[in-house]
Each structure stands twice: as C-alpha cells, then as structure tokens.
C-alpha cells in the first residue's frame, strides 16, 4: 500500500540519518531519495568509516542519529558488525538493514543485533515509504516523550527551588514573628510595672493638667505631624529591607524627625531627661554603622517600629491629657532607646545586664 508523502515528512522532516553504502551508484541515488524525507543525511562507504562518523557526530552534537541506514555486506566493516557496535554506544539506536535478496541467510544476525526495519534491493517506491513511515514515526514519538519528560524533570526542579525559597522565607517570617512576640511582651512586662509603680508617681492628676497648660499648642500639633513621618520613615525602611537596599543613607530623615522632636521638647523643663536619652539615642544611630546582616538590621528595625508606635502614643496622652502623668511613657521610651542602642553596639553588652531574647 503506498503511502502518502506528507504523511512520512510529518514525522521525519526533522530527523537526521547516517546511511552507510559501498555502493558508489547506488550510494548516490538513494541519498538523493533519503534527502527529500530528512533533515540531514550523512553517507558513509564502509562500516568503519560509518562507525567514525557516528562516534564524531555524538562528540560534536551531543546527541545520536535518529536512524542508521546500512548495507550488510561491505568491505573494511559489515553493516552487522557496525550495527553490534553503534548498539554498545547507544542501545537504543534504531537500525534498518539493507541487502540483497541473495544474503537472506544474514538476516537473523541482524534480527539478533536488533534491527529496527529491512529494505530487501532493489528498493521500491512502496516497500521504501512503508518502512520510513514506520521508523521515523516511531523515533518521532520517542523524541516527544523524551522531551515531555525532560520539561516535567525540569517542571520539577523549579518546583523544587521555590518550595526551598517558599521554606527560606517562611523561616524568616518565623524569626521576625519571634522578635515582634518578644516586643508585645516587653511592652507588656512595662505595662505591669508601671501599674505597680503608679502609687509612686510624683505627680498628680491636677500638676499633670498644669504641666499640660505650659505646653504650647503649636508645639503639641507639630509633635503630631514629627510622629507620622518618623512611623512613615520606618515603615518605607521595613520595606526595602526585603529588598536588600537598607544602608547607612537611608536614615537621615528619621534622624532630622528625632532632631526635631528634641529640639521641641528641650523647651520644657518636665521633659530634660527625655531630651536627653533622645539626643544620646541620635548621635548613637548617626554615628554608629548598620549592622553587617539583613536579619539584625530587620531586628533593630522592627524594634524601631515598636519604640515609634510607643511615641505616637505619648503624644496622644499629650495631645487628648489620657494619664495622671505627663511622664507616664517616659521610662518606656527611654528603655526602648537604650535597647536599640545596645544592639547598634552589641560588643558593649554585658553579661547578664540584658534579658531581651
């Protein structure tokens, strides 16, 4: 039965074959023949030049022929022996035979050697359609589920790396969780001490609301707006921490809204020791460089956020007159500064005078 021309290039278009023939003619006209089904077609005149070429296309390719074509009996090197040694390099290797009606005796050497097809000369239009039909459909077929599983191997291995950059992550989720937990119960512990230690406070409600009354009311609004963009700093700083890009340049402006806070409250006697743990806290974070990794900038960072929602709360107090105390918050601060401080320079600690983790 003759097949149809687009049928065969459907799947052989793209192959390359080595056909192998010592026949000079015949040679000639069948690779003219094979040329028009196939990519690429590389004659060889005997077995062991054909065995050279199929060593030297897998050293310069990397890869294999997809079909081999080969007479049987040929000087120098028989298509059997040939094939017995293209099948040690590559087992996988399809193979037709070639040969002449008179040389049927070989066959079953060739059957043994694991060929894939026959071609019995002289070659017809019909028997050579019929088995490049069945060949090359066959090794198009493998090439596709090789090259399916070799996407679903590599599917895989990218699957495999985000699951590794999903689990780095999560990790350092978990460390910046730890840290936040161990804020909320610092303020918790100060929240405790305090209510203990609010019998002892030095002033009362009515000298709270006298202090108060010295306090300027532009001042008080301008504390407000220097809160918002300190918090704002330290939120936009948070954020390009995950990107690696947190430096040394990036805190001048939280360092001018601490100036600023300073600068205002100096002004007001009840405020001095505040002014200056601030001060001491500026020229610290000023002076002193960033920490060497990612993970302790995050630490110092997140613990700034703590100390900066602590300070928008005092300024509430002072704004809305909440506490019995105008200095209800200051020890909190004060301690939250010194803390940061110290992880700045943690070759100052001393053992056993910080609790924190």
Known sequence: MKIDTKLILEFSKSLRILYVED???????????????????????????????????????????????????????DGISMATAIKKENSEQSIIFITASNEMSRLQDAINVGS?????????????????????QKVFEHKLVVKYYDEIESLNIQL?????????????????LRVLNTVVEKEAVKD????????????????????LDELEEADIAELSDICIDIDGAVIAILSANGNNQVTQQSLPQII??????????????????????LNSFVVSI????????????????????SFVFVLKKWQINLQNSE??????LDASLISDMDT??????????????????
């Open 256 to 277: 001018e809204g601490f100036n600023k806070l300073s600068s205002i409250i100096s002004y007001y006697t009840v405020f001095t020791q505040l002014t200056i743990a």
């Open 23 to 77: 026949d000079e003619i015949l040679c000639k006209i069948t690779k003219k023949v094979l040329s028009s089904y196939f990519k690429e077609v590389t004659v060889a005149v005997n077995g062991e030049e054909g065995l050279g070429l199929y060593k030297e296309y897998k050293r310069t390719e990397d890869d294999y022929y997809d079909l081999v074509f080969t007479d049987i009996n040929m000087p120098k090197l």
């Open 340 to 357: 940061i401080i110290m992880m700045y320079n943690p070759k100052e600690e001393v053992e056993g005078e910080i609790d924190f983790f």
């Open 160 to 176: 495999q790396e985000r699951n590794e950059e999903l689990k780095q992550r999560n990790q350092e989720l978990e460390k910046s």
């Open 192 to 211: 405790t001490q305090n209510a203990i230690h609010k019998s002892d406070e030095c002033t009362t409600k009515e000298s709270y609301h006298n202090e």
């Open 323 to 328: 506490f019995e105390s105008i200095n209800y």
């Open 286 to 305: 000023k002076n002193n460089p960033l920490p060497s990794t990612e993970e302790d900038i995050l630490n110092i960072f997140t613990l700034l956020e």
């Open 116 to 136: 894939s097809g026959f071609l019995i000369k002289p070659v017809g239009l019909e028997q050579l359609q019929t088995v490049l039909y069945s060949s090359a």
